[in-house]
């Protein structure tokens, strides 16, 4: 009787979760925003929860190779346009958080699944900055590579990542062109200085590549993600744009990219390119890159550094709610 009672219930949720579902795909296939009171099947939470927490994380992780430089910038114009630069990528990683948050996850918890190493960020911030010039290829080539990945985030079924994106997406092309503009200073410099461009670009391109995440054959989550309008391109097809867009700025630096490979297709008209490192890849998202330790060592001690303005931010708080409370009584 117990048995028969449970089955019926569990065939009547079916049901309902099925229609559900349908509703809720017919909503995206609307473009019709999701919002976070809307249902929505556990699996779209989870991926938003895990795609918008990463970004978060990489944000705030990507603050630390620029972060070496502030002290050895060699002007105060652009130690001004880092220090600019660093605080805005702080501030993406906070609206990030807030969005992942209006899932119905508290920020602690995704912090301390960074600290501790659970969570992923993107590989390549675990490369080492090495020279001045890295600093420009990192706006160059890392911040083009994040628009171009990024840009269609601004168009992602769930509305609050969709409008964060929007104000991350403008600040991000302001620290690609400081990058690139950094760049043609120093390619009209010495050669010295135009061999120190063309190391950084030799050791950044191939990660570049990479953190658009492997390749459509073996991405896991893309098919799910384009069926929910999450993403709106695949990997490759990503990849494939920033190479396309990324060869002719490349012409105009006067640096060569390093991939013997790289080839105008008259056919398809996109710049065919050889292929990626993949093991390395798969090394540094385990947590085995050159910088891996150093950042999460980073992290975990500037986050018991600000351990006194966590407190001191709740006691203000509390000080403000009872302030309130008196007066209205
Ligand atoms: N690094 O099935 P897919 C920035 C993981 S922000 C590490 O293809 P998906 C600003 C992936 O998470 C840059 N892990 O996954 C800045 C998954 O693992 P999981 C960050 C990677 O989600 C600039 C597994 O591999 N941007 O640069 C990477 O469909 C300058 C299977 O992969 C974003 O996060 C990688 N490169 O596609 C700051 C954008 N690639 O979770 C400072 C939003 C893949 O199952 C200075 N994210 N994985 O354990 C996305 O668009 C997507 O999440 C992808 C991956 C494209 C990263």
Same mark, same amino acid.
């Given at each position: 009787m117990y048995t028969q009672a449970l089955n019926s219930e569990t065939v009547v949720s079916t049901i309902d979760d099925e229609q559900k579902m349908t509703a809720f795909q017919a909503r995206i296939d609307r473009e019709e925003k999701i919002e976070p009171n809307?249902?929505?099947?556990?699996?779209?939470?989870?991926?938003?929860?895990?795609?918008?927490?990463?970004?978060?994380?990489?944000?705030?992780?990507?603050?630390?190779p620029e972060g070496n430089w502030v002290t050895r910038a060699p002007s105060l114009k652009r130690k001004a346009a880092l220090l600019a630069k660093i605080q805005d990528e702080g501030g993406h990683g906070?609206?990030?958080?807030?969005?992942?948050?209006?899932?119905?996850?508290?920020?602690?918890?995704?912090?301390?699944?960074?600290?501790?190493?659970?969570?992923?960020?993107?590989?390549?911030?675990?490369?080492?900055?090495?020279?001045?010039a890295d600093v420009g290829v990192v706006g160059w080539l890392v911040d083009g590579a994040a628009i171009m990945n990024q840009i269609p985030l601004c168009r992602c079924s769930y509305g609050p990542y969709a409008r964060a994106m929007i104000r991350v997406c403008k600040e991000e092309s302001f620290h690609q062109r400081q990058g690139y503009e950094l760049l043609l200073q120093m390619m009209k410099g010495s050669e010295d200085l135009k061999e120190m461009v063309q190391d950084a670009v030799n050791r950044?391109?191939?990660?570049?590549?990479?953190?658009? =995440?492997?390749?459509?054959?073996?991405?896991?989550?893309?098919?799910?993600?384009?069926?929910w309008k999450i993403k709106r391109f695949t990997n490759d097809d990503l990849r494939q744009k920033f190479v396309d867009a990324t060869v002719p700025q490349a012409k105009i630096l006067g640096v060569t990219l390093p991939d013997?490979?790289?080839?105008?297709?008259?056919?398809?008209?996109?710049?065919?390119? =050889?292929?990626?490192?993949?093991?390395?890849?798969?090394?540094?998202?385990a947590g085995h890159g050159v910088c891996n330790k150093q950042r999460l060592k980073d992290r975990i001690s500037a986050h018991e550094?600000?351990?006194?303005?966590?407190?001191a931010a709740l006691v203000y708080a509390e000080k403000q709610k009872s302030r309130m409370a008196q007066s209205a009584a």
């Amino acid at each position: 009787m117990y048995t028969q009672a449970l089955n019926s219930e569990t065939v009547v949720s079916t049901i309902d979760d099925e229609q559900k579902m349908t509703a809720f795909q017919a909503r995206i296939d609307r473009e019709e925003k999701i919002e976070p009171n809307d249902w929505m099947p556990a699996a779209y939470r989870k991926t938003l929860i895990r795609q918008i927490s990463q970004h978060a994380h990489s944000e705030i992780v990507g603050m630390l190779p620029e972060g070496n430089w502030v002290t050895r910038a060699p002007s105060l114009k652009r130690k001004a346009a880092l220090l600019a630069k660093i605080q805005d990528e702080g501030g993406h990683g906070l609206y990030l958080y807030c969005a992942a948050e209006t899932l119905g996850v508290t920020r602690e918890h995704l912090v301390d699944q960074l600290l501790s190493g659970k969570a992923k960020y993107s590989s390549i911030f675990n490369y080492p900055t090495l020279n001045w010039a890295d600093v420009g290829v990192v706006g160059w080539l890392v911040d083009g590579a994040a628009i171009m990945n990024q840009i269609p985030l601004c168009r992602c079924s769930y509305g609050p990542y969709a409008r964060a994106m929007i104000r991350v997406c403008k600040e991000e092309s302001f620290h690609q062109r400081q990058g690139y503009e950094l760049l043609l200073q120093m390619m009209k410099g010495s050669e010295d200085l135009k061999e120190m461009v063309q190391d950084a670009v030799n050791r950044m391109w191939w990660p570049s590549l990479m953190m658009f =995440g492997p390749s459509d054959g073996v991405s896991e989550h893309s098919s799910n993600s384009m069926r929910w309008k999450i993403k709106r391109f695949t990997n490759d097809d990503l990849r494939q744009k920033f190479v396309d867009a990324t060869v002719p700025q490349a012409k105009i630096l006067g640096v060569t990219l390093p991939d013997p490979d790289l080839v105008f297709d008259e056919v398809s008209g996109n710049w065919k390119y =050889g292929e990626p490192d993949w093991a390395e890849f798969k090394r540094v998202i385990a947590g085995h890159g050159v910088c891996n330790k150093q950042r999460l060592k980073d992290r975990i001690s500037a986050h018991e550094n600000g351990a006194w303005v966590r407190e001191a931010a709740l006691v203000y708080a509390e000080k403000q709610k009872s302030r309130m409370a008196q007066s209205a009584a």
